[in-house]
């Protein structure tokens, strides 16, 4: 059947490199001997730790409480005992206060947990909303923006009439998001409603890219029936992923500059959000473990693995997968848009996609000097936000951030398809990344904005 | 880990790139241009090679001299030197004298390209600097024609098609097909339109150049020249005879379409071409001169950045 294929205007195609994982069925990694668990996760205000050093938990026992409305708790991703307090790094370079469990290999879950709820679909919006922020469920395309607040009735009294999963995944080397749209669709489509009663919203979307259409075709077969939701296919394009991206792709709508999906009446989740968010309403089962892709030309069996949260990178390597070479670049997330790391001892997190391990061998890693712009205007015909990458790239040079904010920098969303195609390989998003940083800060001297790190 | 010996590196995402480089682009350019070397070559004998060869050898000798002058990085692997070299050698008459080609290619180097600070920087087209230096000083070289080999003709020198069409004497003209294939006097790459072309269009299918430059501009040719020939009543090939004689076509292709010289904006590029039919056309039907070609693309590029700053694209989520 003829299906048609969405889009948005700009952007780039890259080659995604997903055969090597993209039908692997998702592995349960070996649970690690010790668990991290970062108490911020989440955009909002940490969680404060429950728990002292000597305390016995359960599996999915709160370990952090929500601070202020803004904010979800941790739970304990395996059941043992809290030897003590660490500060980890995080993939922004950031520090992170985390809970240290040593694991008894029990997986004893806390009473009251993984209980199935008889009569899900009679609990009112309420009662799913409270659900959601007990299980500590937030974004897990990355974003980890806390799931409550973004379903809560908008202060300005406006409504959502299309919810979108987001099963695009457009980044290359990633298929978590393709595995669990194959492995457990009735979860999502679950979600989903549960998404559409707390938002109170007529319609439901689920958006897939063309490079999946096994997840599509699966997806279309559970959805037939359902008037409500709609799955469509869009075109493979990097970055159709991209919440604005796909919003324009799916109804037409443009989010407006610094503005929000809710300004146009959409909200957006990742599929794996929605599979937690229906486990969590149906069995209670908070957010413990998400699927990361394990790949990169240093592993020698590339593999999606269903991991506990705080289990270390090098843990996760070392226990379950096998790494050749000299390894010179590990990358968390995706190669476009993700976080070169500078160690291993890194906790995954609820938002971490994909774990990416390089050898010095790889094509992934040559970059070449930076040499002139040549006006090709290939930045300027794959930016997706409609911007000119040169002309900011040139001002910011300069040190001229007020020429920067006039063409619009702080649009930018920092996909990388500018530095993709640039042919004198200029690294356009570092730069306007500086650029944002002075337009952003209060006295335009630079002082550092948090929310850019 | 044991495996990890090494500090990691961290570089700023993004963390793939495309592979697609400048040097790349100007093989391509090179490649797309031999088919029209090649008909210099079976028109004007040996002769069209060894001006295509010094013009090249003087533009990298230029770039490098001037390169080490301004204690700058040599430029001379990305490929441009020898471009500008190529296509300026492709707009003069196969009969040029050599050391006329030499000083043009170093002009277009110097004056057009590296005092500006090299590449990227330039305002003007550099091959088309040097041509419309070595115009203006030694006027009769440049419009000095050969016959092509083997043909039947045995004046010395003789008018182009575009000095005849200008002239209105359409009787004397070569046939539209002659004028197609090449089998024509004029500058080397002036002769086949249909190598050029051919050349063009893979261009255009790799991405290298933008199609909408070379449509908008031989578009605006043919309409303006059609207009004037149904005037005139000069029949109907006229305006195909205006768009396969001259420098159009390679200017068309090759020169207006030079990434550095031309608009980055969509419609910018439109308007360039729009811009470049229009000043052709004039100069070509009205002006003092037969060929239009070398001063639109030097008077567009001045247009350029003023082009660029009206023709800003609209920035998603802003009004339409």
């Known amino acids: 059947m003829n299906y048609e294929k969405r889009t948005f205007s700009g952007g780039t195609h890259i080659q995604d490199f997903k055969e090597f994982t993209n039908s692997l069925e998702t592995q349960e990694a070996k649970a690690p001997a010790k668990v991290y668990i970062p108490m911020s996760m989440h955009i909002g205000a940490p969680s404060k730790p429950l728990v002292a050093v000597g305390d016995l938990v359960k599996m999915g026992q709160k370990i952090g409480e929500s601070q202020g409305f803004v904010s979800v708790p941790a739970h304990a991703s395996v059941s043992g005992k809290v030897i003590g307090f660490k500060q980890l790094p995080v993939p922004n370079g950031r520090m992170a206060d985390c809970v240290v469990i040593e694991n008894d290999f029990k997986d004893e879950w806390l009473e009251g947990l993984i209980q199935p709820e008889q009569n899900p679909q009679a609990l009112d919006a309420k009662e799913i909303g409270a659900r959601v922020l007990e299980a500590g469920i937030v974004g897990m395309g990355g974003a980890t923006f806390p799931s409550h607040v973004k379903y809560a009735p908008s202060k300005e009294g406006k409504k959502a009439d299309h919810i979108i999963l987001n099963g695009i995944e457009c980044e290359p080397f990633l298929t978590a998001d393709h595995r669990i749209m194959l492995e457990r669709p009735e979860r999502i489509i679950a979600g989903l409603k549960y998404m559409m009663k707390l938002a109170d919203c007529p319609k439901g979307v689920i958006a897939i890219e063309e490079n999946k259409m096994d997840a599509f075709e699966l997806m279309i077969r559970l959805t037939e029936q359902d008037s409500t939701i709609e799955t469509i296919v869009c075109k493979e394009k990097y970055p159709q992923g991209s919440e604005k991206q796909l919003i324009n792709a799916v109804t037409g709508r443009e989010v407006p500059p610094g503005g929000l999906p809710m300004d146009v009446h959409v909200i957006v989740n990742n599929v794996g959000t929605a599979a937690a968010v229906a486990d969590a309403v149906e069995f209670r089962r908070p957010l413990i473990d998400r699927i990361v892709t394990l790949n990169g030309n240093g592993i020698v069996r590339p593999m999606n693995y269903r991991v506990r949260i705080g289990t270390l990178y090098k843990d996760l390597i070392e226990e379950n997968g096998e790494v050749i070479g000299d390894i010179v670049k590990v990358i968390s997330g995706g190669p476009m848009m993700g976080f070169a790391v500078y160690t291993m001892e890194i906790p995954v997190m609820k938002g971490t996609s994909g774990i990416l391990v390089f050898n010095e061998e790889s094509q992934v890693l040559k970059r070449e000097e930076e040499g002139p712009c040549v006006r090709c205007a290939r930045c300027v015909d794959a930016c997706p936000m409609g911007l000119e990458p040169t002309t900011i790239v040139k001002a910011a040079k300069r040190r001229d951030w007020a020429k920067t904010k006039a063409c619009d920098v702080t649009s930018c969303i920092e996909c990388g398809s500018c530095a993709y195609v640039c042919p004198s390989m200029i690294p356009l998003v570092h730069y306007i990344r500086l650029a944002k940083q002075y337009v952003t800060s209060k006295d335009g001297n630079g002082a550092v904005n948090p929310f850019l790190v | ?320």
């Not at chain 2, 044991?2 to 990691?8: A, D, Q």
């Not at chain 2, 419609?267 to 811009?275: A, D, H, K, P, Q």
């Open chain 2, 1 to 320: 880990m044991e495996s990890i010996n090494k500090p990691l590196i961290l570089s700023c995402s993004p963390h793939l790139h495309s592979r697609y480089t400048t040097e790349k682009a100007m093989r391509d350019v090179g490649l797309a241009l031999i088919p029209a070397v090649a008909a210099a070559v079976f028109y004007f004998g040996f002769r069209a090679l060894l001006v295509i060869l010094v013009s090249i050898a003087s533009a990298m000798a230029s770039e490098y001299a001037c390169r080490r002058i301004m204690h700058r990085g040599n430029t001379l692997f990305d490929g441009s030197a020898i471009l500008t070299g190529g296509l300026l050698a492709m707009c003069l008459p196969p009969g040029i004298p050599l050391w006329a080609a030499v000083l043009g290619s170093v002009s277009a180097i110097v004056i057009g390209k590296q005092v500006f600070g090299g590449l990227g920087q330039n305002i003007f087209n550099p091959a088309h600097i040097g041509r419309a230096i070595l115009l203006a000083s030694f006027p009769v070289y440049m419009t000095t024609w050969v016959p092509t080999v083997g043909s039947s003709v045995d004046a010395v020198t003789m008018a182009t098609p575009l000095a005849l069409l200008k002239a209105g004497a359409m009787d004397q003209l070569p046939s539209l097909w002659q004028m197609f294939v090449g089998q024509i006097p004029g500058s080397l790459g002036e002769t086949s339109a249909l190598a050029l072309i051919l050349g063009g269009l893979y261009l255009i299918y790799k991405g290298h150049v933008d199609w909408r430059i070379p449509a908008s501009y031989l578009g605006t040719v043919f309409v303006l020249t059609a207009l004037f020939g149904m005037i005139k009543g000069f029949g109907m090939a006229y305006p195909f005879m205006q768009l396969c004689s001259g420098g159009l076509m390679i200017g068309a292709f090759f020169m207006a379409t030079d990434w550095v010289t031309s608009p980055i904006t969509v419609r910018g590029r439109v308007i360039f071409g729009l811009g470049l039919g229009l000043l052709t056309s004039l100069i070509r039907l009205f002006g003092g001169l037969s060929e239009g070609v070398c001063y639109s693309i030097l008077i567009m590029n001045i247009l350029t950045p003023i082009i660029d700053r009206y023709t800003k694209g609209r920035i998603f989520g802003r009004a339409k």
